[in-house]
Every structure is written in structure tokens, then in C-alpha cells.
């Protein structure tokens, strides 16, 4: 006689889904639609992935939890790669003022401006009061899908202000559904009583290993352009980093381009952030490095950049692209969906490379292989749209079309 073979239970299944986006195939393009699909969840994992009969024979659903998705979207979390998450305040009165091109009005507020106005702020705020802010922002990002947070630092400029900006992005990790992971980004900037010669130094050889040795950032970033650091600078920070276990980073080509995208390239990098100038022989480096590019549609949305990045290229290409919505004060959006918006309409992504962009190339950006994808074996970060097709998520403007998100296998969001 043959064993009849023990069916493993599961705790979530979600049932008849119109579409399930896996985001799974070789191109960017390639982002594996399911029709009717239904999906097993045990734990924080995703167990099955199929149709109805295939989960019925494989699974024990009978005391599972069940979510219909009938006429619905089922699609990975999204991933926003690079955001500068923690930070007090607004720059909102800047914003408005600029938004005309008419300098007087500026100059009327008197007040400081540029980043400098959000790390006079920050450095003067409690860390209760920064985490309180930004974990408002943390939860509106997940109303809108995202499940994983990059948070990098640099609205502090001093090694306390740096501490104390991760610290709250390690607790938000801690005291939210979402995963946030940290970046270190001392060198955003220069602080105003210091040579930069001096402020490296400090980067070096005080931010750095007071940062290691608390175990506060996953990775190690820099800014590599005009007026802010060299590419033999942002070498010799991002290599201290890594002696510290901090992967390295880097914005580069966002105003200029003076070799960080090559160096981005030589040390084969998790990923290079803004890309505005980068040269098409060194998007062919990248792409052959295999290093993420990390784009952010609405940055250059806000500031009205001169020069927008040429995505198009870019995936022509091969090179792997992630979008971000880069939140910060100058970029203040918590909604992946708006940045997909601006991506397929101003920058000739496909409905299809932007979903995923958001999603599995978010994903690589940070080095992780645990989520981004509908896939056996993955986490349970997912996200169910109230809409028939996933095309929707480029063609609704300024609504969020999410209903339910899931993180870890577990519901956090249920409207």
C-alpha cells in the first residue's frame, strides 16, 4: 500500500486573483502575469504559487486564512530603495517660493535653504520627536505598498547628529511592519565650520567606525558630483566602509559627471543612485558590473531637473533599474504609484519595466534575494490592488489603488 502523503498546512491563502504580477523572467520587461491565481502563505513565506487545483492538492487550507482577490491584483511589495527617510521639518515655504522662478520671493523669507535649512532642524530636534515625524511617513508609505525602506542619514553633519538619525531609522525598523534598512550618508554635504579636507577626516576616521561598531548601516554612501566630493574621495570613504561591513554605495551624475558612475562600476557596487549625466559608454560598464541603477522620476520632477535621466538608454541597455521615490525635503512624495506614474509617462518606461523597477530591481539595489518576486521560497511582502488589470497602477493618477498589504506573511493594511 502507498503512504498517503501528509498535505503541509498553511495559515494564508489568497484565492482567484485576477492577475498575480511575479515579477520572475529575464528581462525587465518579463514580469510573469498569472491569471486566476491563488497563493499559499506559512509564516513569512510564500509556500505555493499556482492555480486553485494545484494549491488544493498540495497544501491543507482548510483552517487557513483566506483573502479573496476575485477581480484583483496581486503584486510584490514595493522596494523603495533610496529615500532619505528621517528628517524634521519641511522645506515646504522654499518650495512654494521657487515654484514661480522668481527669486525675490525667496529672498523675502530670510530664512536658510537647501539642505542646510533640514540639518539646522534635524541636529536641533529630539530623537523622540524625529521618530515620531518620521514614523508618520513610514506608515503612509505602507498604505501606499512599500514593505521595504532604504534610510540614509546625512541631514546631521556631525558624528552625534549622523548616531542619532540612524538610531531612529534602526527603531522605525524595529517598531513598524516595515523592514528599513540604513545607509550611512555623512558625506552629503559639509558642515559650514569646517574645511571639506578636515570633514573627511572626520568621515574617515570618526563617523565611520563610531557607525561600525554600533552595527547602524547596512551600507555606506557618498555624493560624487560637482561641489561635493571627488571620485578619489568617495573611493577612499566608501572603501573605509567596507572595512566596517558597510556595502558601498553612491550618488553620482546628478549634476554633473566627474568619474563616480566609473567608480561605481570598478568596484562593482550594490547600486549607483541619480544618473543624470552619465555618459552611454559608462551605462555599458554598469550593465556589464551588473550594478543597479537607481532612478527617481520624481526628484527630478520636483526640482524641475535640466537635465532628466535617460532611462530609455539605460534599459536598452541591460542595465538593471530600480526606481526609488527618493522622500526627503526637497522630494517630498511617500507613494511608489506616483513615481511609476511619472516614469511610464515622462520617461518612456513600459508599464511592464516600471512594476518591476519598483519592485524586484528595488530589491537588488539592496542586495537582497528575499523578496521583490511572487515566488516559492520568498517572503510574504505583498501587495492586492482594488483594480482588474495591473496596468492600472500607471494609468490612475493620484490615487492609491492599494487595498491590502501584507508583510511577513502577515495583513498590516486592510482598507
Given at each position: 500500500m502507498s503512504e498517503t502523503k501528509v498535505k503541509v498546512k498553511v495559515d494564508l491563502v489568497i484565492s482567484n486573483a485576477a492577475e498575480a504580477v511575479t515579477c520572475v523572467g529575464e528581462s525587465m520587461e518579463d514580469i510573469g502575469v498569472l491569471t486566476y491565481a491563488w497563493i499559499a502563505i506559512k509564516d513569512d513565506k510564500i509556500v505555493g504559487v499556482g492555480s486553485e487545483d494545484e494549491v488544493k492538492n498540495k497544501f491543507d487550507i482548510e483552517q487557513s486564512d483566506f483573502i479573496d482577490a476575485t477581480g484583483k491584483v496581486v503584486a510584490p511589495g514595493f522596494v523603495d530603495s533610496h529615500t532619505h527617510l528621517v528628517f524634521y521639518g519641511t522645506r515646504v515655504e522654499e518650495y512654494a517660493a521657487k515654484l514661480t522662478g522668481k527669486p525675490e520671493k525667496l529672498e523675502k523669507l530670510a530664512i536658510t535653504t537647501g539642505p542646510n535649512r533640514t540639518v539646522e532642524l534635524t541636529r536641533n530636534t529630539p530623537a523622540e520627536e524625529l521618530f515620531e515625524q518620521s514614523k508618520k511617513r513610514v506608515m503612509s508609505m505602507l498604505e501606499h505598498g512599500i514593505t521595504t525602506i532604504e534610510s540614509k542619514s546625512g541631514y546631521g553633519l556631525t558624528t552625534e547628529s549622523e548616531i542619532k538619525i540612524l538610531e531612529v531609522g534602526r527603531r522605525l525598523g524595529e517598531e513598524t511592519?516595515?523592514?528599513?534598512?540604513?545607509?550611512?550618508?555623512?558625506?552629503?554635504?559639509?558642515?559650514?565650520?569646517?574645511?571639506?579636507?578636515?570633514?573627511?577626516?572626520?568621515?574617515?576616521?570618526?563617523?565611520?567606525?563610531?557607525?561600525?561598531?554600533?552595527?547602524?548601516?547596512?551600507?555606506?554612501?557618498?555624493?560624487?558630483?560637482?561641489?561635493?566630493?571627488?571620485?578619489?574621495?568617495?573611493?577612499?570613504?566608501?572603501?573605509?566602509?567596507?572595512?566596517?561591513?558597510?556595502?558601498?554605495?553612491?550618488?553620482?551624475?546628478?549634476?554633473?559627471?566627474?568619474?563616480?558612475?566609473?567608480?561605481?562600476?570598478?568596484?562593482?557596487?550594490?547600486s549607483v543612485d541619480h544618473l543624470n549625466y552619465t555618459p552611454v559608454e559608462v551605462m555599458e560598464k554598469l550593465a556589464e558590473a551588473k550594478v543597479t541603477g537607481v532612478l527617481m522620476p520624481a526628484l527630478d520632477f520636483a526640482v524641475g531637473h535640466k537635465q532628466p535621466f535617460d532611462a530609455r538608454k539605460m534599459l536598452d541597455l541591460g542595465m538593471n533599474i530600480a526606481l526609488a521615490t527618493d522622500l526627503c525635503p526637497a522630494c517630498y512624495t511617500e507613494s511608489m504609484q506616483f513615481v511609476i506614474n511619472l516614469a511610464c509617462r515622462l520617461y518612456k518606461f513600459s508599464v511592464e519595466e516600471a512594476l518591476k523597477a519598483a519592485t524586484y530591481g528595488g530589491a537588488k539595489a539592496l542586495d537582497l534575494d528575499d523578496r521583490g518576486v511572487i515566488q516559492e521560497g520568498k517572503l510574504a511582502d505583498l501587495q492586492i490592488w482594488d483594480v482588474p488589470t495591473y496596468k492600472h497602477i500607471a494609468y490612475e493618477l493620484g490615487t492609491n489603488i492599494v487595498e491590502t498589504v501584507i508583510k511577513n506573511g502577515k495583513v498590516v493594511v486592510n482598507r
Open positions: 511592519p516595515l523592514d528599513v534598512l540604513n545607509t550611512f550618508l555623512g558625506a552629503h554635504g559639509f558642515p559650514e565650520n569646517m574645511t571639506k579636507s578636515e570633514y573627511l577626516d572626520v568621515i574617515i576616521n570618526e563617523m565611520i567606525p563610531q557607525v561600525g561598531e554600533r552595527g547602524l548601516a547596512e551600507f555606506c554612501d557618498v555624493w560624487c558630483d560637482e561641489g561635493y566630493f571627488t571620485a578619489e574621495e568617495s573611493e577612499l570613504i566608501l572603501k573605509a566602509g567596507l572595512k566596517y561591513g558597510m556595502k558601498p554605495k553612491i550618488h553620482a551624475d546628478a549634476y554633473s559627471y566627474i568619474g563616480g558612475t566609473d567608480l561605481a562600476a570598478e568596484m562593482k557596487m550594490v
